[in-house]
């Protein structure tokens, strides 16, 4: 963990996309094409429950073999002493549930380009990474408010270049707790964690993940019961019957880089700079992945290619990672005042 945290952070937004790169590729593959028993793709909804408990899995067997669990908050229970968390991350913990589910089952939604979701989404976090920042006092630099418009212009882009939103009801409603989701985690971050301390990134990891986690298994299994986008039988194939399936490899894989790709995220939102400069180098970055993944789709799968207007907006949004990579290297350093609660 400590040398992760010296590492310069840009090498791990890096890392952050080459582990996105196959998890968007490999969870498209799984929803596309006709399965073989169901006779048609398999749905988010279906292929969703079983990621996720895998990744609860991976993710606390990685907290107990890294020995994070001992930096966490800690209550007696049954004259036990387990972690769990507090005030602040359990806050974080409900809006990583909603991040955790929300973010894969848009990459499956039909008639839903990865770009455009992708797009859609980020843009409305990094509207609300500055407004956190302003909430707590934290300086915004002038690079991270052009970055920030920049990010919207490849956004009012694509949105101009489809004629608007025309998004089914599945892909709406998975933008709105996206987004409520992010905003959640930015505000709890920011009141206990954002200041650099490794302990302290730690002890967020775990409080945080040990709620998010069963949250997020419990919230999608509601969505599949209410029937919204799909059929009811998609909750009983996506928890019990995807368990004997081939497709499980694959899910596997998606859980595994879902586990790393969570690791990686907290040491880039939790680094002490402002959100407005975190945020989009964390969400660009997906977003760049998922360009790459779709060309990759196309070329080799046959996949739908993405439409120009996606690519002027991945363009735009590389340039803004060049823009936040450099332009605080040449410029004199500032004390950076964050408000921060224990």
């Known amino acids: 963990m400590n040398r992760l945290r010296a590492l310069p952070l840009e090498l791990i937004v890096l890392a952050y996309c080459l582990v996105y790169l196959p998890n968007v590729m490999v969870l498209k593959l799984a929803t596309s094409g006709a399965h073989p028993v169901l006779g048609r793709p398999l749905t988010g909804l279906e292929t969703l429950p079983a990621t996720l408990i895998i990744n609860t899995v ?44 929300t973010v894969p089952l848009s990459f499956t939604i039909e008639g839903v380009s990865i770009p455009f979701i ?7 976090v990094l509207v609300i990474a500055p407004l956190v920042d302003f909430a707590f006092g934290r300086k915004v630099h002038w690079w991270s408010w052009v970055a920030l418009f920049m990010v919207m212009g490849a956004l009012l882009i694509t949105l101009a270049d489809r004629g ?21 985690r930015l505000y709890a971050m920011n009141r206990v964690s954002k ?42 194939w996506g928890f019990v019957t995807v368990w004997s399936d081939p497709v499980l490899i694959h899910l596997m894989v998606v859980a595994a880089t879902l586990t790393i790709i969570s690791v990686l995220a907290i040491l880039i939102l939790l ?30 799968w046959d996949q739908k290619m993405p439409r120009t207007a996606e ?32």
């Open 164 to 184: 608007g939103l025309n998004l089914p009801p599945l892909a709406i409603l998975t933008v709105v707790l996206y987004t409520i989701g992010y905003f959640l």
């Open 271 to 300: 680094d002490p700079r402002e959100n407005a400069y975190c945020v989009p180098l964390e969400r660009a970055a997906s977003l760049v992945a998922g360009i790459v993944a779709s060309v990759l789709l196309a070329f080799f």
């Open 195 to 236: 200041d650099g301390d490794a302990a302290m990134v730690r002890r967020y990891f775990v409080e945080e993940k040990i709620i998010a986690l069963p949250i997020a298994i419990a919230v999608l299994g509601a969505i599949s019961a209410s029937g919204i986008g799909g059929q009811a039988s998609e909750l009983d």
């Open 118 to 124: 992708q797009l859609l989404m980020r843009g409305d």
């Open 311 to 342: 690519f002027i907006g991945a363009a735009i949004l590389i340039a803004a990672i060049v823009l936040l990579s450099l332009a605080p290297r040449f410029s004199k350093p500032e004390p950076d005042k964050t408000a921060r609660e224990t």
């Open 58 to 101: 991976m993710t606390w067997a990685f907290i107990w073999w890294s020995g994070w669990y001992k930096h966490a908050n800690r209550v007696a229970l049954g004259g036990f002493s387990i972690p769990f968390p507090t005030r602040y991350t359990f806050l974080s913990g409900i809006g990583t549930a909603l991040v955790l589910f």
